[in-house]
């Protein structure tokens, strides 16, 4: 495979939608391709997601669509500086959420009660990462990074099955971080081949996030007196997002062909979010034995396994202008069960892409993929049964920009 082939076919594997919708809170798959393009490389996109995630809760009621539809931009920014070093830009939205339900059941309270409405989450953050590599030969490039991360999260509890957790509020505002990235590529231009593997560190936030519980005049409860001593406050929360690993693998296969995969593993098992109010009155309910078998409390948002999701496919390049991929996906999900904010086990999907090429040295992309989100049981902190969701799926669509200069 001839070099100018093989730098057209390399670009097959950035059409986007790669990830868009996985385990936990992990959205993006923080890939770090554009920065392992031979020389100077600017790329910018867009991917949209559309899902659909519906269930029962314990009475039997349908929670309706409970999953919004979002979008995220990214951009990446690669420049050869000599031939043995590299500097790069890379800005996506690596993890979020955004969910609320709505309709008639025990997620939504519909009394006249002031924090009346449907439970939801919205998490945003934004990453920018700076890279260096060094390229001691044309076979090898290492590189290494500083990543600066801002979270925004707003959570609300509504609903019977929150017990007195219902009207809660959490709002972190937007907190600022940094972290840091290394990696390894290993390349034979001549087969088109490229290997690389990537390991993002966690990066801990400690912000002043603002709590409210809207359960202070619950008759004859015993937790009343508690909880009118914490109706609202700011207090310091911490969270902390998980490390991570990808391994990226192509190779030509037949001329103009590449086949790649990757391979993505996220530490979401170490994830957990409990808000010190939320926590003080959780660690209260379980050494009280209110809520049995959890002497030290409950969480907000956690995950009980890690993620692990592989993507593999193939690119051709049809003619001088027109290439494309077509690529199968896996994920293993974060656990069973899951939270409400998030009920999904995993998924299987399917995707295909375009490129367009007007001239060899930039490129038009857009993408499709069909996602089988996996059924899971749905849980509070204090309830081990919230809901069921079945046969759920999303459809994802992206657009993106290449440029060689």
Request: charged share 15%; glycine share 10%; proline share 4%.
């Amino acid at each position: 495979m001839k070099l100018t082939a093989l730098r057209s076919a390399i670009l097959l594997s950035l059409i986007p939608t790669t990830s868009v919708f996985a385990a936990g809170l992990d959205r993006s798959g923080q890939s770090i391709a554009a920065f392992l393009q031979p020389g100077n490389y600017f790329e910018a996109g867009i991917s949209v997601l559309d899902p659909e995630v519906k269930g029962k809760d314990t009475s039997g009621n349908q929670t309706g669509d409970m999953a919004s539809d979002y979008y995220f931009p990214h951009a990446a920014l690669k420049i050869q500086a000599t031939e043995h070093f590299s500097v790069g830009l890379i800005y996506d939205q690596p993890f979020g959420a955004d969910a609320e339900y709505s309709g008639n059941s025990n997620f939504v309270e519909n009394s006249s009660a002031p924090f009346h409405g449907g439970t939801s989450v919205t998490v945003d953050t934004q990453n920018l990462n700076l890279l260096f590599g060094y390229q001691p030969n044309e076979n090898w490039n290492l590189y290494a990074g500083a990543v600066y991360q801002t979270v925004d999260g707003t959570v609300l509890l509504r609903g019977t099955t929150y017990s007195v957790f219902n009207g809660y509020d959490f709002r972190t505002g937007e907190d600022e971080s940094v972290g840091w990235l290394a990696g390894v590529a290993y390349q034979i231009p001549e087969i088109a081949l490229k290997a690389s593997v990537t390991y993002r560190a966690e990066i801990e936030h400690k912000m002043n996030a603002y709590e409210n519980f809207g359960s202070t005049t619950i008759p004859q409860h015993p937790l009343t007196p508690l909880i009118s001593t914490i109706t609202s406050t700011n207090s310091e929360t911490k969270l902390t997002t998980p490390q991570s690993i990808n391994i990226d693998f192509q190779t030509g296969i037949m001329a103009n062909t590449v086949a790649f995969a990757n391979v993505r593993w996220v530490d979401w098992s170490k994830f957990k979010v409990q808000p010190y109010q939320f926590g003080k009155l959780s660690q209260y309910l379980g050494q009280n034995n209110l809520v049995p078998n959890k002497p030290n409390g409950f969480n907000l948002i956690d995950y009980k396994e890690d993620q692990i999701s592989a993507t593999v496919g193939v690119g051709r390049k049809f003619n001088e202008r027109w290439g494309g991929n077509v690529s199968v996906g896996w994920d293993s999900g974060a656990g069973n069960p899951v939270t409400t904010l998030g009920p999904t086990e995993g998924f299987w999907s399917v995707g295909t892409g375009v490129r367009f090429s007007p001239a060899e040295n930039y490129f038009i992309g857009a993408g499709v993929k069909y996602f089988w989100l996996g059924d899971a049981d749905a849980v509070t902190g204090a309830h081990s049964n919230a809901g069921k969701f079945t046969n759920n799926d999303a459809i994802a669509y992206g657009l993106n920009i290449g440029y060689k200069f």
